[in-house]
């Protein structure tokens, strides 16, 4: 059957400006070690199970409505030869903490690189955010960098890989993994690698957040995190109790009297992440206990993750938010392409992976209308983290049992290592 592509065309609202950094290309960066290890992995074998798809491609402006094409068997072909080439690709690895080596380079190095003099009390470290599901880790995370990088919904398990976010100032880097909520009953190979990856952040993590829901009764931190989870002996831990907002003071008090008593937390903090209250508190307790030493990164950028990975999440953002039940979970969002276009808006390719035909039928809707509305709306949100104007390309495709591929989750970027580029 040939493939499908529905195109439409809306016009732009105003959007508003947001704050996004990005990393400069500094051949330095290469040279010194300080950079996580990348490497070449092909998983071309684990993708050939695709099936057809139907996407949604924006006209260029001026255009109106929506109309129908369909793809040769040319094209078909040319795009599988794409997907092929594209398999093999570098990727950058978040298992392991980049290389403090760059403390010996010279000043002439320093400078190049916008570290300037080493401050001998200058603090940096990792820090593990790690908590059950839909208690706040994304919205707290956020918070404390001033600035939206994890998504949130209100549904659970939205987080699916480890966020790497930046949050630096003059005297001092804190590098937070924003990590998937910990669950012990583990239905797809996804879910079970997804624990390995919040294994690994708190193995790596100089220090340990762990949030609690303050609307939920007490737990003992074992079973917060379901065994999943081990927490290095004296490694600083940190509990704070999100949502302060929806108790009443007394109840704050009792239950930070409660985990005092029976965990072996350093500290318990109140905080409602939602409203930004506490959470200085918060970063003042974990530059406390970072340890001294020069920053991992660069303090203008505010995380190792390229664009294309924030796209897709934005993507799937949207699509936790307009659709319901089994669909959202059944979705990869994965960037084919990503175009820089001097002279035109910048292209994007985005292909969203479902498990069954049923789910494809339900993502796309009637007459396209339900994947036009996503896209849209996920457009909107990516010109605003982008600060410019996209042309954005959405397909559904069918990739059966995906989550329990360990090939193509691993492809996917739940091996602990994403696409660098």
């Not at 001026?62 to 599988?80: I, L, P, V």
């Not at 401050?119 to 940096?124: A, G, K, M």
């Not at 993590?205 to 303050?214: E, K």
């Not at 937390?265 to 206990?289: F, N, R, T």
């Amino acid at each position: 059957m040939k493939e499908l592509t529905l195109q439409y065309k809306i016009p732009l609202p105003p959007t508003t400006k947001l704050v996004h950094h990005k990393r400069r290309n500094l051949p330095q960066f290469q040279a010194a070690k300080w950079r996580n290890t990348r490497t070449s992995v092909n998983y071309s074998s684990a993708t050939a199970a695709t099936t057809s798809s139907l996407g949604v491609l924006e006209l260029e402006e001026g255009s109106s409505g929506y109309s129908m094409r369909s793809k040769d068997a040319g094209e078909e072909e040319e795009e599988e030869d794409d997907a092929e080439t594209s398999s093999s690709s570098t990727l950058l690895s978040l298992s392991v903490k980049p290389d403090r080596s760059m403390a010996m380079l010279d000043d002439y190095e320093m400078e190049e690189m916008d570290f300037g003099p080493i401050d001998p009390n200058h603090r940096s470290g990792y820090v593990a955010v790690v908590g059950r599901p839909n208690v706040g880790k994304s919205t707290l995370s956020n918070q404390m960098l001033g600035q939206k990088l994890s998504i949130v919904t209100d549904k659970p398990q939205t987080t699916r890989h480890r966020i790497l976010g930046i949050c630096s100032g003059t005297d001092y880097q804190m590098i937070l993994y924003d990590t998937p909520g910990v669950i012990e009953k583990k239905m797809h190979k996804l879910d079970s690698m997804m624990m390995k990856n919040v294994r690994s952040a708190t193995v790596n993590a100089d220090c340990v957040v762990i949030v609690v829901d303050a609307c939920r009764p007490p737990q003992k931190i074992e079973e917060v995190l379901e065994g999943v989870v081990e927490i290095k002996d004296k490694l600083p831990t940190l509990l704070v109790l999100n949502k302060r907002d929806l108790i009443k003071p007394g109840e704050i008090a009792k239950k930070i009297e409660w985990y005092e008593k029976f965990t072996e937390v350093d500290e318990v903090i109140p905080v409602s992440a939602k409203y930004g209250q506490g959470v200085d508190d918060i970063k003042d307790w974990i530059l406390s206990k970072l340890p001294h030493g020069p920053a991992y990164y660069p303090k203008d950028i505010t995380s190792e993750h390229p664009e294309r990975f924030f796209v897709a999440e934005i993507v799937r953002e949207k699509i936790f938010m307009q659709y319901r039940n089994e669909v959202p979970y059944a979705c990869q969002v994965n960037v084919v392409s990503y175009k820089t276009r001097p002279n035109a808006k910048d292209f994007i390719q985005v292909e969203i992976v479902v498990e069954k035909n049923s789910q494809k039928i339900i993502l796309i809707g009637k007459e396209g209308k339900a994947l036009k509305l996503l896209a849209t709306a996920a457009r909107l949100d990516i010109e605003d983290f982008l600060q410019k104007k996209v042309f954005l390309e959405i397909e559904v495709k069918v990739k059966e049992n995906w989550r329990q591929n360990e090939g193509l989750l691993k492809f996917y970027g739940y091996g602990g290592q994403i696409q660098a580029i």
